[in-house]
Each structure stands twice: as structure tokens, then as C-alpha cells.
T-cell receptor, first 106, second 115 residues
Framework: GQSLEQPSEVTAVEGAIVQINCTYQ??????LSWYQQHDGGAPTFLSYNALDGLEETGRFSSFLSRSDSYGYLLLQELQMKDSASYFCAVGQNFVFGPGTRLSVLP | ETGVTQTPRHLVMGMTNKKSLKCEQHLGHNAMYWYKQSAKKPLELMFVYNFKEQTENNSVPSRFSPECPNSSHLFLHLHTLQPEDSALYLCASSRDPGQLSEKLFFGSGTQLSVL
């Protein structure tokens, strides 16, 4: 089976950088994905890592260390619209972590 | 617009009712998923269908009955639900199940309230 851990809440100010961590246990590794969900909205895909290292997509980057079963999502130049919940996911059938609620303050 | 449409958006039902949730994807994907999202267990995987065949049942009670008549349509039939089943039910699809770099595309969900 799979299990994932994430911090429940993170708070930061506009313009700052924030890192959301994810540790996982999985029987078969198909990569680590990240999704964003605004209140009242559907989750949307942000980033994916299959290999160790950093993947950059604009203001968002995602890192993976398979030997440590660990990854993180890095959000730079935070904006108010980044306030949302962020989920990591693993496994062939996309098992999700508990989610991290990010609050961006002015 | 993600290409995944769910109806209805909101549903209120009594514990003795029978209702169905519908999901349709217009993306040509081969896998479809049902997730339950509640305050207690965010994004809990319920069922997975690959090429119309059920490949995952995550110990879901039998009062939830999925149906996948083709790769584009997915239903969740509900009967004799309990108040604790009140949640947001999300449908999702992906192109090639089991492949690396797969992405899930979610519908907007059905907010279910069981009275």
C-alpha cells in the first residue's frame, strides 16, 4: 500500500518562498506528483518527478529524492492567489497525501 | 474547464433514497477514478477503472456501487447512505494508466449531503 505525510498548514507572506514537504511509503514507485486545490475548486496538476532532482515550472519547482522517499514543492514569489491546499500523490492509482493548506498573507 | 464534467453539482438525499452521480470525460482518456473528499480524509481513493474494467476497490462499502459502461462515462450509484457519507465526490480521468508522468484531470465534484 501507500502512505504519505505532509504538514497540515503553512503560512507565508507575499513575495516570500515556501517549501511544502512530502514523505511517502509506496510498494511501487510511479513518480511523485503535486496538485493544487483552491477552496470550492477541483484539484489541478502542478508538477511531477520521476527521477531525483529538481523540476522547475515557472514560480513552482518540485524536488524528489527516491532514496529518502521524500519530495517537496517550492513556491517562489508568493502571491495571494497561491493560497490553496497542496497535495502530493504517489502510486499507479494516485494515492494522495493529507494535504497542506497554504495561507499567503499581505 | 478540465474536460471532465460531473453532475449534479449538489445533491441532498435521505438515507433511504437511491441516487446516481454521473461523470463524463471528453479527453479520450482510458482510466477513470472516484475520490471522496471530506474534512477527515481529504482525497480518499474509492474506485479505479482502466479500459472499463474495475482495477481498484479501496474497501468501499457496498452502498456505493460504481458503473463504467465505456471509457468516457462513469457512474456512482448510491443507496441507503449514512450521514457520514456526506462529502465532495470527485471524478477524475487519466490517459494511460500505470504510465510514468501520468496526470489526473478532475471534475468539479458533486457535493453530497445525506440527511
Amino acid at each position: 500500500g501507500q502512505s504519505l505525510e505532509q504538514p497540515s498548514e503553512v503560512t507565508a507572506v507575499e513575495g516570500a518562498i515556501v517549501q511544502i514537504n512530502c514523505t511517502y511509503q509506496t510498494s511501487g514507485f510511479y513518480g511523485l506528483s503535486w496538485y493544487q486545490q483552491h477552496d470550492g475548486g477541483a484539484p489541478t496538476f502542478l508538477s511531477y518527478n520521476a527521477l531525483d532532482g529538481l523540476e522547475e515550472t515557472g514560480r513552482f519547482s518540485s524536488f524528489l529524492s527516491r532514496s529518502d522517499s521524500y519530495g517537496y514543492l517550492l513556491l517562489q514569489e508568493l502571491q495571494m492567489k497561491d493560497s490553496a491546499s497542496y497535495f502530493c500523490a504517489v502510486g499507479q492509482n494516485f494515492v494522495f497525501g493529507p494535504g497542506t493548506r497554504l495561507s499567503v498573507l499581505p | 474547464e478540465t474536460g471532465v464534467t460531473q453532475t449534479p453539482r449538489h445533491l441532498v438525499m435521505g438515507m433511504t433514497n437511491k441516487k446516481s452521480l454521473k461523470c463524463e470525460q471528453h479527453l479520450g482518456h482510458n482510466a477513470m477514478y472516484w475520490y471522496k473528499q471530506s474534512a477527515k480524509k481529504p482525497l480518499e481513493l474509492m474506485f479505479v477503472y482502466n479500459f472499463k474494467e474495475q482495477t481498484e476497490n479501496n474497501s468501499v462499502p457496498s452502498r456505493f456501487s460504481p458503473e463504467c459502461p465505456n471509457s468516457s462515462h462513469l457512474f456512482l450509484h448510491l443507496h441507503t447512505l449514512q450521514p457520514e457519507d456526506s462529502a465532495l465526490y470527485l471524478c477524475a480521468s487519466s490517459r494511460d494508466p500505470g504510465q510514468l508522468s501520468e496526470k489526473l484531470f478532475f471534475g468539479s465534484g458533486t457535493q453530497l449531503s445525506v440527511l
